[in-house]
C-alpha cells in the first residue's frame, strides 16, 4: 500500500533562518507531488507540484522553492523564513494521469516563524 | 477555469441533527468530484468521491451526489456526532487525460458539534 510521510510534525524557526521539510511516498512511482500551505484558518493554498524528477511548478511567487531530487521525494525549501511563512504546511501525492484518483495528503507540519 | 464553491460556515449544530453542507462547481468537461476532511491538527483525508453524474459516495455516514444538471456535490449525514468536529473541503478533478489531475478546493467549512 501505498503511504506518505512528512517531516517534522512541529518547527519553530526565527526569522531569517533556513527551512527545509521533507516528504516522501512509498509504494508508488511517478508520483505527482504537491506542497501545499494553510494559514491562519482553513483555505488552502497550493505552492508548487511536479510531475517527475526536477520538474517543478510555482503556484505564487514567494520566499520559498521546492525540489524533487528523487522520484518519491519532495522537499520544500527558504533560505530566509519571514513571519509570514508561518502556517501549516502540506504535503500531497496523486496517481499521474488519474483525475478520478484524488490527492493523498501526508500529516502536515507546523510551522511558527518568531 | 474550473472552481469549487462551497458554504462558508462555521457551521455549529446539536448532535443527532441533520448536516448539509453545499457545494457547487463550475468545470468545462467531467470532473470527478470529492470531500475531504480535516480534523483538529491533521492533514486532509479523503471522505468519500464521485467520479460520474448520478454517483453516490459514501463514508461513515456521509452521503453526497454527483448531480450533473445542478452541478453540485452537496454533502450529507443524517444524525452528527462529536466527532465529526472537523474541517470539510469540496474539490474537484478534471477527468481530461491531464497529466496533473490536479485537485481545485473550495474554501472550507467548518463544523462544530455539541454534545
Known amino acids: 500500500s501505498q503511504t506518505i510521510h512528512q517531516w517534522p510534525a512541529t518547527l519553530v524557526q526565527p526569522v531569517g533562518s533556513p527551512l527545509s521539510l521533507e516528504c516522501t511516498v512509498e509504494g508508488t512511482s511517478n508520483p505527482n507531488l504537491y506542497w501545499y500551505r494553510q494559514a491562519a484558518g482553513r483555505g488552502l493554498q497550493l505552492l508548487f507540484y511536479?510531475?517527475?524528477?526536477?520538474?517543478i511548478s510555482s503556484e505564487v511567487p514567494q520566499n520559498l522553492s521546492a525540489s524533487r531530487p528523487q522520484d518519491r521525494q519532495f522537499i520544500l525549501s527558504s533560505k530566509k523564513l519571514l513571519l509570514s511563512d508561518s502556517g501549516f504546511y502540506l504535503c500531497?501525492?496523486?496517481?499521474?494521469?488519474?483525475?478520478?484518483?484524488?490527492?493523498?495528503f501526508g500529516s502536515g507540519t507546523r510551522l511558527t516563524v518568531v | 477555469g474550473d472552481s469549487v464553491t462551497q458554504m462558508e460556515g462555521p457551521v455549529t449544530l446539536s448532535e443527532e441533527a441533520f448536516l448539509t453542507i453545499n457545494c457547487t462547481y463550475t468545470a468545462t468537461g467531467y470532473p470527478s468530484l470529492f470531500w475531504y476532511v480535516q480534523y483538529p491538527g491533521e492533514g486532509l483525508q479523503l471522505l468519500l468521491k464521485a467520479t460520474k453524474a448520478d454517483d453516490k459516495g459514501s463514508n461513515k455516514g456521509f452521503e453526497a451526489t454527483y448531480r450533473k444538471e445542478t452541478t453540485s456535490f452537496h454533502l450529507e449525514k443524517g444524525s452528527v456526532q462529536v466527532s465529526d468536529s472537523a474541517v470539510y473541503f469540496c474539490?474537484?478533478?478534471?477527468?481530461?487525460?491531464?497529466?496533473?489531475?490536479?485537485?481545485?478546493f473550495g474554501r472550507g467549512t467548518q463544523l462544530t458539534v455539541w454534545p
Open positions: 511536479s510531475v517527475g524528477i526536477g520538474q
Open positions: 500531497a501525492w496523486s496517481a499521474p494521469r488519474d483525475g478520478g484518483y484524488g490527492y493523498t
Open positions: 474539490a474537484l478533478s478534471e477527468n481530461r487525460g491531464s497529466t496533473l489531475g490536479r485537485l481545485y
